[in-house]
């Protein structure tokens, strides 16, 4: 199974400053279609996941353009140019290009310094 | 809107079962593979199952493998996860999503599973 590396897994962040989440995993993940299936989730206090980023750097519908993902193979980023108090929660991000089974990181807990 | 309704969770005995459902709006949900993603309390998430759209191929994480069962019927727009012999580890908010760029797009509010004596 690929394993996804998260770091950090704790980022306290001050209001208005940028924060980056680092994502490592055991497998390049270029699928042979030639997609790269990494995908970064964020999940509030409470609430369900909600999916941010798919093949790397794709915003989904509806996610502020403060956030982006970027890299390639094995090493992936999500970036918040300017954290927000809505941004509080944790982070996680998920491979999807070797599977069974899906697998994703230990997740990053954003808080506010 | 799309929405995803999870039902069915509650306490169970070990070596009990339950069945989950999942019932989907504002899509069309033949079109569409699904997955069951689990998370403990205060814990990770991990993935369960996924099944694709018109449910003749099935895929399951080794830890509930040949005790749980993914289905869905198309016609009423649901989803089901069958769980059989069920452990303590087995105690987690289970989330049905629909899968879209290869990947979870939306997820349900989740549903309870304890498994306890």
């Known amino acids: 199974d690929v394993v996804m590396t998260q770091s950090p897994l704790s980022l306290p962040v001050t209001l208005g400053q940028p924060a980056s989440i680092s994502c490592t995993s055991t497998?390049?993940?270029?699928?042979?279609?030639?997609?790269?299936?990494l995908n970064w989730f964020q999940q509030r206090p409470g609430q369900s996941p909600r999916r941010l980023i798919y093949k790397v750097s794709n915003r989904d519908s509806g996610v502020p353009d403060r956030f982006s993902g970027s890299g390639s193979g094995t090493d992936f980023t999500l970036k918040i140019s300017r954290v927000e108090a809505e941004d509080v929660g944790v982070y996680y991000c998920m491979q999807g290009t070797h599977w069974p089974p899906i697998t994703f990181g230990q997740g990053t807990r954003l808080e506010i310094k | 809107e799309v929405q995803l309704v999870e039902s069915g969770g509650g306490l169970v005995q070990p070596g009990g079962s339950l069945r989950l459902s999942c019932a989907a709006s504002g899509f069309t949900f033949s079109n569409y593979w699904m997955h069951w993603v689990r998370q403990a309390p205060g814990k990770g998430l991990v993935w369960v199952s996924r099944?694709?759209?018109?449910?003749?191929?099935?895929s399951y994480a080794d830890s509930v493998k040949g005790r749980f069962t993914i289905s869905r019927d198309n016609a009423k727009n649901t989803l089901y996860l069958q769980m059989n012999s069920l452990r303590a580890e087995d105690t987690a908010v289970y989330y049905c999503?629909?899968?879209?760029?290869?990947?979870?797009?939306?997820w349900g509010q989740g549903t309870l599973v304890t498994v306890s004596s």
């Open positions: 999503a629909r899968q879209s760029s290869a990947a979870p797009d939306y």
């Open positions: 497998q390049s993940l270029v699928h042979s279609d030639g997609n790269t299936y």
């Open positions: 099944i694709n759209s018109d449910g003749s191929s099935t």
